[in-house]
């Protein structure tokens, strides 16, 4: 199982950006996919999900401004990201798992298979 993430970059605040996530090796069918992300000196935080039946989750800070969302052949999520702050920096990873519960999705330790991350900062 490969999960690779990209789309990355810097922008200023107010600005946009949409990370991929494509897994090798299988599809997202019948699992959770989620987006966490870490900034320097930070522990990882969750930031949305999407499972099996297609709910989505997000952390309340990015609520409202990011989207979660998988393609029809699922082997890719996108995570829209809208009115970026400058507290988005961070390198954001995505992650998958068959077996993690509603209850512990924002939970990393809950996932077993992640990405590379990919790097986003915002400048102000």
């Known amino acids: 199982v490969q999960l690779q993430a990209s789309g990355g970059g810097l922008v200023q605040a107010g600005d946009s950006l949409r990370l991929s996530c494509a897994a090798s090796g299988l599809t997202f069918k019948n699992a959770y996919v989620g987006w966490f992300r870490q900034a320097p000196g930070e522990e990882r935080e969750f930031v949305s999900a999407?499972?099996?039946?297609?709910?989505?989750l997000y952390s309340d800070p990015v609520k409202g401004r990011f989207t979660i969302s998988r393609d029809a052949t699922k082997t890719t999520v996108y995570l829209q990201m809208n009115s970026l702050k400058p507290e988005d920096t961070a390198v954001y990873f995505c992650?998958?798992?068959?077996?993690?519960?509603?209850?512990?999705?924002?939970?990393?330790?809950?996932?077993?298979?992640w990405g590379q991350g990919t790097l986003v900062t915002v400048s102000s």
């Open positions: 999407v499972t099996k039946s297609g709910t989505t």
């Open positions: 992650a998958l798992d068959r077996t993690v519960i509603l209850s512990s999705v924002r939970d990393p330790e809950r996932w077993h298979y």
